[in-house]
């Protein structure tokens, strides 16, 4: 299993989301974030990810949630989930990531993986969870489960 962190940065009532442009997950909007390197701490990947794929420096302090992602063709994820609104630096775009600022009441579910309409409302309400997602070969949530922590 792969393990992989994202952190969602803040900023009143937006959230700055990244559109991926080139590889796993290309052309879909998610926070910033990717694999856990060896011998790196969740924390320390995310914010290694957000400078790479923003350019911003983030604060984190232990994870918001958990989300476990079940997928036959992808591969599965363990993903640790950060929420920050404490950064610096502007968002630039970069050969991986094009950042955007979203009010949270005007998230694209649209052009996201399937799973965020799930647990994004978890997230929007600072809400600790748990959560597992079983995606079909069509890369549909099939079935899930959270749960409160």
């Known amino acids: ?3 992989g962190t994202v952190v969602f940065v803040f900023r009143g009532d937006e959230v700055l989301l990244a559109m991926k442009k080139r590889g796993f997950g290309n052309g879909r909007w ?3 974030g990717g694999k ?3 011998g790196e701490t969740p924390g320390q990947a995310v914010a290694r990810e957000a400078k790479e794929e923003a350019g911003i ?5 232990k994870p918001l949630g958990t989300a476990t992602f079940y997928n036959s063709s992808k591969g599965d994820w363990v993903v640790d ?4 609104e404490q950064f610096s630096g502007e968002p630039v775009e970069t050969e991986e990531m094009k950042p955007q600022w979203f009010n949270v009441k005007e998230i694209p579910y ?6 965020d ?6 997230l929007f309400k600072r809400q600790p969870f748990r959560a597992e997602f ?6 549909k949530v099939v079935r899930h489960e959270i749960a409160k922590l």
């Open 30 to 32: 998610n926070g910033l």
């Open 36 to 38: 856990v390197h060896n």
């Open 134 to 139: 079983w995606f079909g070969p069509d890369e």
């Open 1 to 3: 299993m792969t393990q």
């Open 57 to 61: 420096d983030v604060v984190v302090g």
């Open 117 to 122: 309409k799930f647990w994004y409302p978890w």
């Open 110 to 115: 649209d052009q996201m993986w399937d799973d």
């Open 81 to 84: 989930i950060f929420a920050t």
